[in-house]
């Protein structure tokens, strides 16, 4: 029970900050990203590939990782920065595919490494160091580190000028904040570099969490759990993404605690669906609702 619990905390943790990226993007931007996975691939294959196969330290892995996923992201709103919300959603997942495909026919230097066979031996960190039976708790600790930073970074960046112009766009519209003379496309370009960053840092943790990683992990089904965590936990609230993290992680992986049959643990993403449809009919701001905060007041709500 302890050891299960340990690895769910810790695998929410890991998505919980994938939750975090794509609430910056969407809950504050408005971005609908159908993408966000390629964001977790790339931080995961960049360190991956840095300390498993060319043997670098894991601190140098996860910084690349981290930057690279960032680049990615800059990359990928370049050429999209000015796409309509429809347009936005499906170029993302065409550059997730096409990643994804990428990383699939591409070996790491062995014709047994990388594509279809993934990368493994990916090195932990501390793991000759920390006592073998309390590495688990080790990892959690730095896990929930990690998220602490993360979600403190997203509300600094949303209590902020550039945040509250990122929220212009996603209730005003593009007119709105080009109105008051704002540069719409690069408040685009930074939200997906800042949230691709973020999401990437997610990557890095999970590939040395479970050691080997392939393109199969990586499909779009992750993307649309994560969309599920924004959309359980509330749109908009950072908050509400961390507690739809941990939900949605829980149901997803009971099957490995309660050993079901196949047949039943199969119904798991049916019953993720049917919580997705009826947070929208009953709940639609989510199980923790977006903070309006209103400003000029000397009593200002928050």
């Known amino acids: 029970m302890i050891a299960f619990l340990i690895y769910l905390i810790t695998?929410?943790?890991?998505?919980?900050?994938?939750?975090?990226?794509?609430?910056?993007?969407?809950?504050?931007?408005?971005?609908?990203?159908?993408?966000?996975?390629?964001?977790?691939?790339?931080?995961?294959?960049?360190t991956a590939g840095l300390t498993s196969v060319l043997g670098w330290p894991i601190i140098v892995g996860a910084i690349a990782g981290i930057i690279a996923a960032a680049l990615l992201g800059m990359l990928m709103a370049l050429?999209?920065?000015?796409?309509?919300?429809?347009?936005?959603?499906?170029?993302?997942?065409?550059?997730?595919?096409?990643?994804?495909?990428?990383?699939?026919?591409?070996?790491?230097?062995?014709?047994?490494?990388?594509?279809?066979?993934?990368?493994?031996?990916?090195?932990?960190?501390?793991?000759n160091v920390i006592p073998h039976h309390l590495y688990g708790y080790f990892y959690l600790a730095l896990v929930l580190a990690c998220v602490v930073l993360c979600y403190a970074l997203v509300v600094w960046a949303c209590r902020s000028p550039f945040g509250r112009l990122l929220k212009s766009v996603r209730e005003g519209g593009d007119e709105v904040a080009r109105a008051l003379g704002k540069d719409v496309?690069?408040?685009?370009?930074?939200?997906?570099?800042?949230?691709?960053?973020?999401?990437?840092?997610?990557?890095?943790?999970?590939?040395?969490?479970?050691?080997?990683?392939?393109?199969?992990?990586?499909?779009?089904?992750?993307?649309?759990?994560?969309?599920?965590?924004?959309?359980?936990?509330?749109?908009?609230?950072?908050?509400?993404?961390?507690?739809?993290?941990?939900?949605?992680?829980?149901?997803?992986?009971?099957?490995?605690?309660?050993?079901?049959?196949?047949?039943?643990?199969?119904?798991?993403m049916v019953a993720i669906g049917l919580l997705i449809i009826l947070v929208i009919l009953y709940m639609p701001k989510g199980l923790v609702p977006e903070r309006r905060r209103r400003y000029g007041g000397r009593h200002a709500e928050r």
């Open 79 to 127: 050429p999209i920065g000015d796409l309509k919300q429809d347009y936005w959603a499906i170029a993302t997942l065409v550059v997730a595919e096409l990643v994804r495909v990428i990383f699939l026919n591409t070996n790491f230097g062995d014709p047994y490494v990388g594509a279809s066979y993934g990368v493994s031996d990916i090195p932990s960190p501390l793991y």
């Open 185 to 268: 496309r690069r408040a685009r370009i930074s939200s997906l570099v800042l949230g691709g960053a973020i999401a990437g840092l997610g990557g890095v943790l999970y590939a040395h969490f479970v050691g080997f990683i392939a393109p199969k992990y990586f499909l779009p089904l992750e993307t649309f759990l994560v969309w599920g965590m924004v959309i359980v936990g509330g749109s908009g609230n950072h908050l509400g993404a961390l507690c739809g993290a941990v939900i949605i992680q829980a149901i997803y992986n009971a099957t490995r605690f309660f050993d079901l049959p196949a047949e039943l643990a199969a119904l798991r």
């Open 11 to 46: 695998i929410a943790g890991i998505y919980g900050i994938m939750s975090l990226s794509l609430s910056l993007q969407y809950g504050q931007t408005g971005l609908v990203n159908f993408g966000q996975v390629v964001f977790f691939m790339m931080g995961a294959y960049v």
